[in-house]
């Protein structure tokens, strides 16, 4: 049997400002952290593109799993 393996870019969201408030409520807004953050997933994923990678975007949750099954399926041919 054959273990299968997957490479895989799972982007973060553009909801980064009112996570990093809500996990350092001392620090207060962090809108540029958060601009950051939102950039450097977006190079990522330009590299991941480069390399012939998935790339997936983490948001919306709820149809999360349907778009991971999606890029993960075996391609389908035709007999």
């Known amino acids: 049997?054959?273990?299968?393996t997957w490479d895989l870019v799972l982007l973060g969201g553009a909801s980064g400002v009112g996570k990093s408030?809500?996990?350092e409520p001392g620090g207060g807004v962090q809108a540029r952290r958060a601009e950051?953050?939102?950039?450097?997933?977006?190079?990522?994923?330009s590299q991941a593109r480069l390399?012939?990678?998935?790339?997936?975007d983490g948001r919306p949750w709820s149809t999360l799993a349907d778009r991971l099954d999606h890029v993960l399926a075996?391609?389908?041919?035709?007999?």
């Open 1 to 4: 049997m054959t273990k299968r």
């Open 51 to 56: 390399h012939a990678l998935p790339v997936v």
């Open 21 to 23: 408030a809500a996990r």
């Open 36 to 45: 950051v953050s939102a950039r450097y997933s977006r190079w990522l994923g």
């Open 74 to 79: 075996p391609a389908q041919t035709s007999v």
